[in-house]
């Protein structure tokens, strides 16, 4: 079983919206959203801590983007608002444990990925 499927790339114009989920087969205390733009590095935009919703988001996408997660379908969302070229990325889910209730910033602190999903923004 796939242990995370994710949903909602696409293509925009600057300035809209997109929403994408993330659908675990199991409950994950901490699931996190990265994303690779061409030619960079992967980086994280937004985590939450799922037992008590305790959220986490970048500086650079904070006023944009919202995470949020629904327990009953061990299933985390990104709201994606007013978006903008450097936008554009593959946005990958990743979810594992912590011991505490902030989630791990980095790669190696979650265990499982989705395949990534493309989000590209055309101004």
């Known amino acids: 079983q796939v242990p995370l499927v994710e949903s909602g790339g696409g293509s925009v114009q600057v300035g809209e919206s997109l929403n994408l989920s993330c659908k675990a087969s199991?409950?994950?205390?901490?699931m996190a959203w990265f994303r690779q733009a061409p030619g960079k590095e992967r980086e994280g935009v937004a985590s939450i801590y799922t037992v008590h919703d305790i959220t986490y988001t970048t500086r650079s996408v904070k006023d944009r983007f919202t995470i949020f997660y629904d327990s009953d379908k061990f299933t985390v969302h990104l709201q994606m608002k007013s978006l903008k070229p450097e936008d554009t990325a593959i946005y990958y889910c990743?979810?594992?444990?912590?011991?505490?209730?902030?989630?791990?910033?980095?790669?190696?602190?979650?265990?499982?990925w989705g395949q990534g999903t493309q989000v590209t923004v055309s101004s």
């Open positions: 199991e409950s994950h205390s901490c």
């Open positions: 990743a979810a594992g444990p912590s011991s505490s209730q902030w989630c791990p910033r980095g790669e190696p602190g979650y265990p499982y």
